[in-house]
């Protein structure tokens, strides 16, 4: 079975600094998606990014960029100019491309901060 | 606005009450997912549908049942719930093979079972 493991329960930011999120995962698949959830107060989960594994070239969306790693099975997450709106729980998830396999597996979360 | 609408938002039950927790997306989705999320434990799969007309246990399906009642609504129940099934509890849908578009999910359910 999948895993993901997020070893940070909680991290804090300046305000318009970078942070990194970490993330490793362990699959005996070679095709897979990678995703980066957020959960704002407001519960509502929303898709900050997502990587295809058979893909080398990093996914990038605006400030947000990963880097994945797929000998190492890692997958971290680059919050550039970090805003106060981005304070959230970020989510990492794995999804199998396995038709009928293909439900989604999450961490446990990092709760993000940012400090003004 | 297309996306995936749970209902209802919160709910407190007694302990031994059952309720059906709905879910309906209309994206044409073919897979649909029950999760319940609990604090330091990330989501965790209930079950989920590959298809119309399929199901399968997740990872935490013990006290639940579902319905896939047709291709836009799934939905879970709690035969008699227990304290242990205070949680949020999310659906979600996604396009087929492996969510390649991500996943959508509703607003979320608060349930406390007293």
């Known amino acids: 079975a999948q895993t993901v493991t997020q070893s940070q329960p909680e991290m804090s930011v300046q305000e318009a600094e970078t942070v990194t999120l970490s993330c490793t995962y362990d699959?005996?698949?070679?095709?897979?998606?990678l995703f980066w959830y957020k959960q704002p107060p407001s519960r509502q989960m929303i898709l900050v990014i997502r990587q295809e594994a058979y893909k080398q070239q990093n996914a990038t969306e605006n400030r947000f960029s990963v880097n994945f790693q797929k000998a190492a099975k890692s997958f971290s997450l680059k919050i550039s100019d970090s805003q106060l709106g981005d304070a959230a729980m970020y989510f990492c998830?794995?999804?199998?491309?396995?038709?009928?396999?293909?439900?989604?597996?999450f961490g446990t979360g990092t709760r993000l901060t940012i400090i003004p | 606005n297309a996306g995936v609408t749970q209902t209802p938002k919160f709910q407190v039950l007694k302990t031994g009450q059952s309720m059906t927790l709905q879910c309906a997306q209309d994206m044409n989705h073919n897979s649909m997912y029950w999760y319940r999320q609990d604090p330091g434990m990330g989501l965790r799969l209930i079950y989920y549908?590959?298809?119309?007309?399929?199901?399968d246990k997740g990872e935490v399906p013990n006290g639940y049942n579902v319905s896939r009642l047709n291709k836009r609504e799934f939905s879970l129940r709690l035969e008699s719930a227990a304290p242990s099934q205070t949680s949020v509890y999310f659906c979600?849908?996604?396009?087929?093979?492996?969510?390649?578009?991500?996943?959508?999910f509703g607003s979320g359910t608060r349930l406390t079972v007293v």
């Open positions: 998830a794995y999804s199998s491309w396995l038709f009928g396999n293909e439900k989604l597996t």
């Open positions: 699959t005996s698949e070679s095709d897979y998606y």
């Open positions: 549908s590959a298809s119309e007309g399929t199901t």
């Open positions: 979600a849908s996604s396009d087929s093979p492996g969510g390649a578009f991500g996943y959508t």
